[in-house]
């Protein structure tokens, strides 16, 4: 019997399938540009020579079951490699090679799964949109959301691996990808010129400055406006529709048409902020995605830490 793994490795037997049937991500009506639910991955699956499916979660759980046809990608692995120097976004020879080993050539649809968190399914969309891949989509909700889609029949696991076939990265030329990338000389310019508005996508304790994480400053960018990236998420885990992201994002300061970075503390947050913004209908957007642990590192970018509150005493 097939079962299906929650964010936190837990095995729930898919004959227990009426009682996960509210984790997937309800229709709103409103349709998102990036993000499919679950209800279309079994349509999406049936092109499947236009198709490649990336599971963004730990060996073990890919392993134990996942979409027909999906490659398993380390998230790990792909995290680290994209914060380290001599492999980072701006190693694009390197990129390109490593998105042919996984059989990818840039000019098919991609769809993009995680545990749930959705933080390492938009860090893969950001990377690979960045390079030019034609059509990258993120499946809403991650892997939990497809428990009604496997309870009813609709979707059947498969276990073992499935291996790439390795290609060359060809897209076709675009004008530019939804969001870029922008790095710590820019997002300089743009915080001393007021020329772009600063999403800080990080827990209200980072932008605080009361938890520093394994930065040796905390704080955050001078002018930043902060939503952590919980927020653009629901109950379900699931993005928000677009009209309650804009609400949000509105809400926080955040105005329509004017330039707009994110950043988080290394990549991922960020990556899920600049993906909500550029749904909501913002930007253009650019991601800081070496973000404020690559700012913090650098003792002439600017750091605000707030006042603590006056005490009762006081």
Known sequence: MLTLCTPRRLAIPLSMGALLLGTGCAATGERHTYVVSAAEVPNLLRQRETLH????????DYAFGHVPGAVSVDPDRWKTLSLTEDTGLNQRDYWHREFGELGISGRETILIYDDGRMTEAARLWFILQLYGAHEVKILNGGYPA?????????LELRSGATAPTPTTFDPSPSEHPPVRLVERAGVKSAVTGLTAQIFDARSAAEFAGNDLRKNARGGHLPGA???AHTELLDARNCLRPPSELRHRLTAAGFEPGRPLI?????????????LAAVEAGFGPVENYYLSFGDWAGDLSCPVVVPDPPASAAE
């Open 53 to 60: 499916v990336l599971d963004v979660r730990p060996a073990e």
């Open 146 to 154: 497809l428990a009604e889609q496997i309870a009813h029949g609709r």
């Open 225 to 227: 406006r902060h939503i």
């Open 262 to 274: 994110t950043h988080c503390d290394g990549g991922g947050r960020a990556s899920l902020a600049a």
